[in-house]
């Protein structure tokens, strides 16, 4: 099956350009010109993308503010394509959930290089987290979680505060897991990201992104994860 690539520009030049190089390798290509419209395909389209090819300046949303949202509801890589080459709108982006930075104008190779290998990485870490919940239910008993106003469904991936079901990425799911199993432990981004993502390749942080969007969607009445200021995170809900 082709690995599906959503371009996001508003220039159509540049849509034309790497629709050519991705069709040409295989890849299939879905296009938009918007954030809105991006957002519309994510939501509604037949198929959803592998990965997104992501421009920063486009009106009306930023592609800072499109990463924002997406990283909000689903999980797969974002690679920013953008003319904006300094170190700090590389952090920028970095910081709210990319999983890369290419610079315009960008090499053919070394951009289909990164496509590539962002599709391996996240295609192993789906691998992983499919295989992870059959190894538990043959070797273990189902296995909840229980906090206080939290309780965490390994077995099917769910989380509750409340009793209210939170909807959560994978791996803000996986993070959220591996924290409250190690409470009352500090750990540092770069322990988490070792942890929880497993490979070398990246930007700690990611990890702060992920913290940040957790306690948006857990925290409404009580706080979780608790930030050891010069040091990292510690989980501290009290368990039941």
Known sequence: MKDHVLIVDDNTEIIELLEDILENEGFEVSTAESGENALDLLKNGEKKPNLILLDIMMPNMSGYELCSQIRREWDLPILFLSAKGKAVDKVVGFEIGADDYITKPFDTEELLARIRAHLRRYERIRKHTEEQPEKEAS????T???FKDLEIHKETYSVYVSNEKIELS??????????????GIVFTRE????????????SLNT??????NLREKLEMNRQFIKTQWGTGYVFIGEKL
């Open 207 to 212: 990890v702060t992104v992920h913290i940040k």
């Open 144 to 146: 909840v979680l229980k």
């Open 139 to 142: 070797h273990s008993p189902i």
């Open 191 to 202: 322990q988490i990201y070792d942890r929880v993502w497993g490979y070398g390749y990246g």
């Open 170 to 183: 994978t791996k803000e799911f996986q993070l959220l897991t591996f924290l409250a199993e190690n409470a």
